[in-house]
């Protein structure tokens, strides 16, 4: 009997080794687990992060791609108007030129005219009163940011938009206008609110000092066919 106690003794703690065994692989299997699920959602997330960031980069480059794009067309305009410009002074100088060479041959046969030949010469010539449009000469502004408005003719229209008669003053710009324009935009409304006269409502009975308001009956207010009496206002 205490043979077979024995080995009952031995059974039981060979089943308990083999518990505990079994324990401990599937800890290790559930830590495995573990360890391989957290590795994989770092992986996942390293990789998330890597393709926000080439999405920004991309997102970043394309940005700078328009800038340089709308750079380069600003630039572009800008060489045209410029062009466009000295096109305008040159067309100009070169009428002002040859209207400056026939007064010069004018002046230069009267000076070798005799006084009878130049009085013949003005009765058999004819000359416009009004000069065409082509031969009068473009007034220059005084100072660049003057217009000319004082200009009589300022408002006459172009016949060609790309040789206008006057240049767009400096401030009118697309270049300094937008400047101005951004300036005035980003300033506090509460600052420039301190410049501005603030809108007051007229106080009536300031302003009609002695009337009764409340004693004078509201009629019809078509038409008063006798003015109010003196009477009806306190002195």
């Keep these: 009997k205490e043979?077979?106690?024995?080995m009952r003794l031995i059974a039981a703690e060979k089943e308990k080794q083999k518990e505990e065994q079994l324990k401990k692989k599937l800890l290790m299997q559930q830590k495995t687990l573990e360890y391989e699920e957290r590795r994989r959602q770092e992986e996942a997330a390293r990789l998330a992060k890597i393709k926000e960031q080439e999405e920004e980069h991309r997102r970043i480059l394309a940005m700078k791609e328009r800038e340089q794009e709308l750079l380069q067309?600003?630039?572009?305009?800008?060489?045209?108007?410029?062009?466009?410009?000295?096109k305008a002074k040159q067309q100009g100088n070169s009428k002002l030129g040859k209207i400056a060479a026939v007064n010069n041959a004018k002046m230069k046969l009267q000076l070798g005219m005799t006084p009878s030949e130049k009085t013949n010469n003005v009765q058999t010539q004819s000359y416009e009163i009004t000069p065409a449009r082509e031969d009068r000469p473009l007034l220059k502004p005084k100072t660049e940011d003057d217009y000319g408005l004082d200009d009589a003719h300022s408002d006459d229209s172009s016949d060609e938009e790309t040789c206008p008669k006057k240049e767009i003053p400096r401030w009118a710009l697309p270049k300094n206008r937008e400047r101005l324009i951004k300036t005035?935009?980003?300033?506090?409304?509460?600052?420039?609110?301190?410049?501005?006269?603030?809108?007051?409502?007229?106080?009536?009975?300031k302003m009609f000092a002695g009337t009764q308001i409340k004693k004078r009956i509201r009629t019809s207010s078509a038409v008063w066919r006798t003015p109010p009496r003196c009477s009806h206002f306190q002195k």
């Design 184 to 205: 005035t935009k980003y300033i506090p409304s509460s600052l420039w609110v301190q410049f501005m006269v603030p809108n007051v409502n007229p106080d009536l009975n």
């Design 73 to 86: 067309k600003q630039q572009k305009a800008a060489e045209l108007r410029l062009a466009e410009t000295e």
């Design 3 to 6: 043979k077979e106690d024995k």
